[in-house]
């Protein structure tokens, strides 16, 4: 990340606090970071990716721009980052639980493609959205089917441990020899949500536990399939991760993030698995992003309500006016996406791009290096704010307060966010400035059908002019 060495030693010398609101306390906490190579504070981050069996829908999309956000407050504040997304390409069934069938399997047939194929086919369009949405890559793409090896590994780990037992279809985790199994989920069993998500086995010795590895039954079809025990068979979904996190980055990991769905059921047997293989704690923060509806309703293929960028694109929004709107909320509220709300984010955007026009016209756009230090200091308030429980809504009210932004200050504010404000905002080139000169000229002999002419002529370039007591000003139009 590019900030500029009075920027950098502004904020190092403001030790702002990062605070965030961490699952595991129920509580907003100073983040810290646990692990240091001489100067360079290191953080260690695990997102839960997709299981690419459809295309990404805005409500899967929204939780990475929150934790794309986490990934820059961290950067900018001094932080190097080491983070894994893991796909999920095998395991996970159509319930949370043990039960129904493979996604992916599932997915297969619908488009009459191999499992490899949906999952290649969908991993793509997941990394481009990522991309189009100016997402942070991660430093590994963890693919489950990559690491069956290492599944196998610690179902045995588990198996030595006195922690599983074998029953007809597959190798289940026993969680009663867990102390504090519920913990996390804050006692939530008893819920009849989550109770309908944990498939229920007269060979089960308690009604929560889960399914380290299955077996696939006689006649099953099942394209993805590794011997174990000497049967054919695929780990949990749970396992995937603990096996990611302890492979690519070891515990005790820093932070680890998912959407608020994860924690009664996915997450808690995370935690259960991992920390019972390994007797460390997973994770130090739990970083959970709450739920995305459409116009107040569930998104739902059956209420045909599932928007993609490409939906979107199509309605003449970018991924940046979505990324626009997404910021303007918290991770942890629900939101309601509507297109009047994502028309006033992409205005907003639009007025801040007209900002950033407004610093190529300026004879001089650059402040004096005092005043850019005063700037600076407004900049950091705008820092304190997003690193302040990822508030970034009270971040931008910050940003439309501050005047005259230089483009040192916009393309700090860029860098904290994402939202290509610069890349999107060019200076205009010589044969608009031509023409603009040309409008200038008509104006100062008053040949003002010449003038509108010019000024209809701009428009189809997405150029609009404003006349003001001291001349033109040129502004994008979208």
């Known amino acids: 990340m590019t900030i500029s060495t009075q920027m950098k030693e502004l904020i190092d010398d403001s030790h702002v606090e990062i605070k965030l609101m961490n699952t595991l306390s ?45 990934v820059r407050v961290l950067k900018t504040n001094g932080y190097t980052i080491k983070r894994v997304i893991n796909l999920t390409d095998v395991g996970h069934l159509t ?32 990394k481009q959205n990522f991309y189009d949405l100016n997402l942070i890559q991660p430093e590994v793409w963890a693919r489950a ?4 090896p290492q599944d196998i590994k610690i179902v045995d780990l588990l198996t030595q441990k006195g922690y599983t037992y074998e029953t007809s279809d597959g190798v289940y985790y026993d969680t009663s020899k867990f102390k504090n199994y519920w913990k996390f989920s804050g006692g939530v069993f008893n819920t009849l949500s989550t109770r309908a998500r944990i498939a229920y086995s007269p060979e089960k010795k308690n009604q929560a536990d889960f399914a380290v590895w299955k077996f696939i039954k006689p006649g099953e079809q099942h394209a993805m399939r590794w011997d174990y025990l000497g049967r054919p068979g695929y780990p949990g979904w ?32 995370e935690i259960a698995q991992s920390e019972a293989a390994f007797d460390k704690k997973l994770a130090k923060y739990w ?3 709450n739920f995305l509806t459409i116009d107040k309703q569930k998104i739902s293929k059956s209420l045909g309500n599932i928007w993609t960028l490409e939906d979107l694109a199509n309605r003449g929004y970018s991924p940046m006016d979505f990324k626009m709107w997404v910021l303007q909320g918290n991770y942890s509220q629900p939101r309601d996406f509507n297109i009047s709300d994502l028309e006033s984010a992409r205005l907003r955007r639009l007025k801040w791009r007209n900002r950033i026009a407004e610093c190529y016209q300026k004879k001089d756009s650059r402040l ?20 302040d429980f990822l508030n970034s809504s009270y971040a931008f009210y910050w940003i439309d307060k501050i005047e005259d932004l230089t483009l040192e200050s916009w393309a700090f504010i860029d860098e904290l966010f ?3 404000l610069i890349q999107d905002s060019p200076d205009i080139n010589s044969e608009i400035r031509d023409l603009l000169q040309q409008r200038s000229d008509a104006r100062a002999t008053h040949d003002y ?30």
């Open 26 to 70: 129920r509580s907003i906490e100073p983040f810290k970071s646990q692990q240091r190579y001489g100067n360079t504070k290191v953080v260690k981050i695990y997102t839960c990716g997709p299981t690419v069996y459809s295309a990404p829908h805005i409500g899967n999309l929204a939780a990475y721009v929150y934790w794309d956000l986490l």
């Open 95 to 126: 319930s949370d639980g043990d039960s129904g069938e493979d996604k992916i399997e599932k997915g297969a047939r619908k488009f009459n493609q191999t499992v490899w194929q949906i999952a290649e086919k969908y991993i793509n369009e997941f």
């Open 418 to 420: 994402g939202l290509k």
């Open 145 to 148: 089917t990559d690491y069956i």
């Open 368 to 387: 004096s290096r005092n005043n850019q230090q005063n700037q600076n200091k407004e900049l950091l308030i705008v820092l304190q704010a997003v690193s």
């Open 287 to 289: 970083l959970h992003c």
């Open 238 to 269: 749970h396992l995937e991760c603990s096996t990611i996190i302890h492979e690519e980055l070891g515990e005790t990991i820093d932070i680890h993030c998912g959407g608020i769905d994860h924690i009664p059921v996915h997450h808690t047997n």
């Open 449 to 478: 059908a010449k003038s509108d002419e010019l000024r209809e002529l701009l428009a189809k370039y997405d150029i609009l002019v404003k006349d003001t007591p001291h001349g033109q000003i040129w502004q994008y139009a979208k």
